[in-house]
């Protein structure tokens, strides 16, 4: 990486790391919401103690920087400590405004938001926000086909029940739920996209005109499969393709136009790789 990709890189992790303490000092922290992670265990530490809620996340990640630094090396903490400090930083710069509102409902789901949007930033730039983030890609190196945002769930959920007995407060916990789950969903959206599309399956007797419309009006691949009918033993000529979940009517009406009678089958897809999709060879986050 040249040194125009370095700047770029800390450039976008101060970004994200300004974000995400701005989350949390301005919606989390004084509503008294401790939605997991660090950060939630920091918030409830500093109900405990006269210590920064910006400090405590500082605090609490040293055993956690040291496992990551056994995992990943040291060129990997570089930038998560980078990423940490200005966290940390950012969180007690931004306690000193007063708080956004004082609404828990609207607290816990911009405040969820934000701590997306910035974890998903560092994460982009090949860094993490230290805390649960390493834990997560410990856990990854296990299991990589479990998404991040569900990772956190499932972390996160621990450290709200936590907060809920230190607070005794049900609202506590019911707010920083919701919190979570926003964050959990935005931040996959962040780290995977929204790739839904559609795959779908076609059997008709028209299907040359089918595949030269749908090749010429969508302008997406085709691909013809072989098969025979269990019952007259006849060849057909299935075909299939995957298309856009906004281009799906478009595939519904050629058929339709073409061949009324036609047998057609409509899946869902999440996660989709080649051309016009995800790349192969991009980082599973």
């Known amino acids: 990486m040249g040194v125009g990709g370095v700047i770029k890189k800390y450039l976008v992790i101060t970004l ?6 701005a989350g949390i000092s301005l919606f989390i922290d004084p509503n008294n ?3 997991g992670g660090v950060s939630g265990l920091a918030i409830i530490i500093s109900r405990l103690l006269p210590v920064e809620t910006g400090t405590l996340i500082l605090l609490l990640n040293i055993p956690i920087m040291i496992l990551g630094i056994w995992k990943f090396g040291m ?20 306690s000193w405004l007063p708080p956004l ?7 816990s789901l911009f405040g969820g938001v934000m701590s997306a949007v910035g974890i998903g930033l560092v994460m982009r730039a090949g860094a993490t926000t230290g805390g649960t983030d390493i834990l997560v890609k410990c856990l990854k190196l296990k299991k990589p086909y479990l998404k991040t945002g569900s990772i956190f769930l499932a972390i996160d959920s621990v450290i709200i029940g936590i907060g809920g007995i230190v607070f005794g407060n049900i609202d506590v916990v019911l707010y920083s739920a919701i919190s979570v789950s926003m964050t ?3 931040l996959d959206l962040i780290l995977y996209g929204r790739d839904e599309a559609k795959i779908i399956y076609i059997i008709s007797n028209a299907s040359g005109i089918i595949t030269e419309r749908i090749l010429k009006e969508l302008d997406v691949g085709v691909t013809h499969l072989s098969g025979e009918g269990a019952y007259r033993k006849e060849e057909k000529q299935i075909i299939f393709c995957v298309v856009k979940k906004q281009n799906t009517y478009k595939v519904e009406e050629i058929v339709k136009q073409e061949d009324s ?5 409509i899946s869902s897809a999440t996660e989709i790789y080649g051309e016009g999709y995800k790349s192969y060879f991009g980082d599973k986050l």
Do not use: D, H
């Open 75 to 94: 060129k990997f903490i570089v930038s998560t400590l980078y990423a940490t400090f200005m966290v940390s930083l950012s969180t007690n710069l931004f």
């Open 33 to 35: 919401l401790a939605p």
């Open 16 to 21: 994200g790391a300004m974000v995400y303490g």
């Open 184 to 186: 959990s969903r935005v």
């Open 101 to 107: 509102t004082g609404e828990f409902l609207l607290a």
């Open 261 to 265: 009678n036609a047998f057609m089958v």
